[in-house]
């Protein structure tokens, strides 16, 4: 063999590694390239879920200030209610001592009144001594 062949041999092998390299390479990029897409994919998806989350985040954040303030409203109103309810009372309890006053001023100016009072304490200390001389003998 001669020189030249071994030359042509030789040009032919490099070309056919250059050649095996380039296919290679090209074989990397494409699974690169692949890769790279599915996990693009896979962000778009998971953005797209983050995004619906938030939307339902936000909806609910909402639903609870409108809640709070529902319920502020509300504790207000039963605040209102309450202090009516006190203002009520008061006047009642005022109302019905100047009815205890007028009742003993009419019972202290009715002369039955003082006779039947006479006779229901005296009933009163009748019992009483009954029950203690009873409570004694027992």
């Known amino acids: 063999m001669t020189t030249t062949t071994w030359v042509i041999i030789a040009v032919v092998a490099v070309l056919i590694v250059v050649v095996l390299a380039f296919v290679a390479r090209s074989a990397s990029h494409r699974h690169h390239r692949v890769q790279a897409d599915r996990i693009r994919e896979d962000v778009q998806a ?3 879920r983050l995004d619906k989350r ?4 936000t909806e609910t954040a909402a639903k609870a200030r409108a809640a709070q303030a529902e319920a502020d409203v509300k504790a207000a ?10 203002g009520h009372r008061e006047h009642l309890d005022s109302s019905r001592e100047e009815l205890d006053a007028q ?6 100016l009715d002369p039955r009144t ?3 009072e006479k006779h229901a304490d005296e009933a009163t ?3 009483a001594v009954r029950a203690e001389r009873a409570h004694k003998v027992n």
């Open 77 to 86: 109103e039963a605040a209102r209610l309450q202090d009516r309810a006190t």
């Open 125 to 127: 200390d009748d019992d």
């Open 103 to 108: 009742r003993e001023r009419a019972d202290s």
């Open 46 to 48: 998971q953005s797209e």
């Open 114 to 116: 003082k006779s039947a």
């Open 54 to 57: 938030e939307a339902i985040a």
